[in-house]
């Protein structure tokens, strides 16, 4: 179950992901695509233990995207999983620069869209579903980032 968040993170719940939806500035989004699932997807996978939410997004953005995100972010969705009783939690952040994409990860690259193009793409793939809206709450946010 996909939940729309609003300025706070679920709290009746371990968190155990986190993903981005990373921002140029010229308003164009980062997705990447994924060897496994063969579909474009939002960059970012499990906390490690003991590990911060603010420290798993930085770690896994620069391994799957090669980006380092700048420090405002909005969360913007919270998926439930049923079989783990976790979270993943979805963030909104604009990129301050880009830095070498390290090898051997799940991700074969990064892809640069319009918010438009990324729903096309994205409803192509898979249909209208979780990463559709995802994508369209996050084009509602990214107005709201510094």
């Known amino acids: 179950?996909?939940?729309?968040?609003?300025?706070?993170?679920?709290?009746?719940?371990?968190?155990?992901?986190?993903?981005?939806?990373?921002?140029?500035?010229?308003?164009?989004?980062?997705?990447?695509?994924?060897?496994?699932?063969k579909t474009l997807?939002?960059?970012?996978?499990?906390?490690?233990?003991?590990?911060?939410?603010?420290?798993?997004?930085?770690?896994?953005?620069?391994?799957?995207?090669?980006?380092?995100?700048?420090?405002?972010?909005?969360?913007?969705?919270a998926l439930y999983w049923e079989s783990t009783d976790t979270y993943t939690v979805f963030y909104i952040a604009r990129v301050?620069?880009?830095?070498?994409?390290?090898?051997?990860?799940e991700t074969t690259g990064r892809v640069t869209f319009s918010f438009e193009t990324a729903r096309q793409m994205v409803a192509k793939l898979e249909g209208e579903g979780l990463r559709s809206r995802l994508l369209e709450w996050a084009e509602e946010a990214a107005s709201r980032l510094p």
């Open 1 to 37: 179950m996909l939940k729309r968040l609003v300025g706070e993170l679920p709290n009746d719940k371990r968190i155990a992901g986190v993903h981005s939806i990373p921002v140029l500035e010229d308003g164009s989004i980062v997705l990447v695509w994924d060897r496994n699932e």
């Open 96 to 105: 301050e620069r880009y830095v070498p994409m390290p090898a051997g990860y």
């Open 41 to 77: 997807t939002t960059v970012g996978g499990r906390l490690e233990p003991g590990e911060s939410l603010e420290d798993a997004l930085d770690r896994e953005t620069v391994e799957e995207a090669g980006l380092v995100l700048k420090r405002e972010r909005l969360p913007i969705a």
